[in-house]
Structure formats: structure tokens, C-alpha cells
């Protein structure tokens, strides 16, 4: 184990915490014995590899868990990573509700730590779907057919003012509608602007 590389100011969150303490330090033993940097980032234990982000140690009501930044690129040979919602698109969990499952686990949990940080030495990267493109209305695309620099000027704006304009173009039922507030929108979009700028 290479306690070296023990972080003092991550020590502060082993030592405070009320619930899983016991996890957490057999998690932060694992990690560090995998030759891994320890940080504090988002305020939880982060282990790095060459400065990319590899695994996470995060606490729960329910469980504690080893979170894999890249996950979503990993094998996953003992089908045991977890995605948290339909949305997280990256990352992946190993989720523990006592000591005795870590202990039971900690070679499965360096395999998967290695096979991350083979993953972060390949540079690969998750590629992440917009997932309201799916969902863009018809007579939006239209208008991105005849005016090129409407969808010039969309594809420019950030991703929660392109859900924003999308979210408010596919409320009405009627296309009819749909299309009369896309053509009122015109104007801010070529400009730029966000629907409530």
C-alpha cells in the first residue's frame, strides 16, 4: 500500500465523516494502492492519474459508492458499475453498503481501477449525445433547411439556451402554434440571444 501518496488536506473528509467512515478509508486504501494521486475535488476524494480525473469516493443515504469518470468506456467484465440516471452518460458506480463487500471485492475493485486508468493512458474520450436532439421539432428543422444561418446561429448558442428554445417550441400541440413561436424566436436566435434575454 502506498500510504505516500496520502493527501492531508483529504484527510479532513475520512475523519468527518459520520456515515461510511469505515468504507470510505478501506476505498481510500484500494485507491492509493493502485498507485493513484489523491485530491480533493467537488468537495469528495479524487484520485488522479497524469492530472485526468479517474475514480471518486462519494457517500450516500443508502450506500457509498466508487465513482468512474469514464465508466460508460470500461469493459465492465463482472457487470457491477451502475449508471445514476438516464442523463449521467460518463460516469459509472460501485456501490457498497458495508465493509465486508469492499473487503470481498478488492481485486475486482483494483481490476477496474487499473482497467480505468488504462482508459484515461489511451486519451479516450466519451463521446455525449445532446439528447433533446432527438426531440427537435419538425418545423424547427424545416426552418434550418430554408434559413442556413438560423441553424448557424442555434448550433452557436449554449446547450441550456438550445434546451430552452427547444423545450418552449415543442410545448404546443398544434403545429400551427409550433411554428408561430419559432418565427417569433427568428430574430433572437440570429442575434444570438437566449429565449429570455
Same mark, same amino acid.
Given at each position: 500500500? %502506498?500510504?505516500? %501518496?496520502?493527501n ?10 459520520e #456515515?461510511?467512515?469505515?468504507e470510505?478509508? $478501506? ?19 479524487? @484520485? ?5 480525473? &479517474?475514480?471518486?469516493?462519494? *457517500?450516500?443515504?443508502? @450506500?457509498?459508492? !466508487?465513482?468512474?469518470?469514464k465508466?460508460? !468506456? ?5 457487470? +457491477?458499475? &451502475? =449508471?445514476q ?7 459509472r458506480?460501485i ?6 463487500? &469492499?473487503?470481498?471485492m478488492? $481485486?475486482?475493485? #483494483?481490476? @477496474? ?7 484515461? #493512458?489511451a ?5 455525449f ?23 448557424s446561429?442555434?448550433? $452557436? !448558442?449554449? !446547450? *441550456? /439556451? =438550445?434546451?430552452?428554445y +427547444? ?5 404546443? #400541440? ?6 408561430s /413561436? &419559432? ?7 440570429? $442575434?444570438k ?5
Open positions: 500500500m %502506498n500510504i505516500n %501518496n496520502m492531508p488536506i483529504v484527510d479532513f473528509y475520512f475523519n468527518n465523516a #456515515k461510511w467512515r469505515d470510505f478509508n $478501506s476505498l481510500r486504501l484500494i485507491i492509493l494502492d493502485c498507485g493513484l494521486n489523491e485530491e480533493l475535488k467537488w468537495g469528495c476524494p479524487c @484520485y488522479t492519474f497524469q492530472n485526468g480525473n &479517474i475514480v471518486l469516493i462519494h *457517500g450516500f443515504k443508502d @450506500y457509498c459508492a !466508487l465513482l468512474f469518470f465508466g460508460a !468506456l470500461m469493459p465492465d467484465v463482472q457487470r +457491477i458499475l &451502475i =449508471q440516471t438516464d442523463n449521467v452518460q460518463a460516469g458506480q456501490r457498497f453498503t458495508n465493509v465486508q463487500e &469492499i473487503a470481498t478488492e $481485486s475486482i475493485l #483494483k481490476a @477496474y481501477i487499473f482497467e480505468a486508468i488504462e482508459v484515461e #493512458k486519451g479516450l474520450k466519451v463521446e449525445i445532446r439528447k433533446f436532439e432527438h426531440i427537435v421539432p419538425e418545423e424547427l428543422l424545416h426552418k434550418f433547411d430554408t434559413i442556413p444561418d438560423l441553424k446561429a442555434f448550433d $452557436s !448558442l449554449t !446547450l *441550456g /439556451r =438550445q434546451r430552452a +427547444i423545450f418552449f417550441f415543442s410545448q404546443p #400541440k398544434q403545429s400551427k402554434t409550433r411554428e /413561436r &419559432i418565427e417569433k424566436c427568428i430574430p433572437k436566435i440570429l $442575434s440571444k437566449g429565449l429570455n434575454d
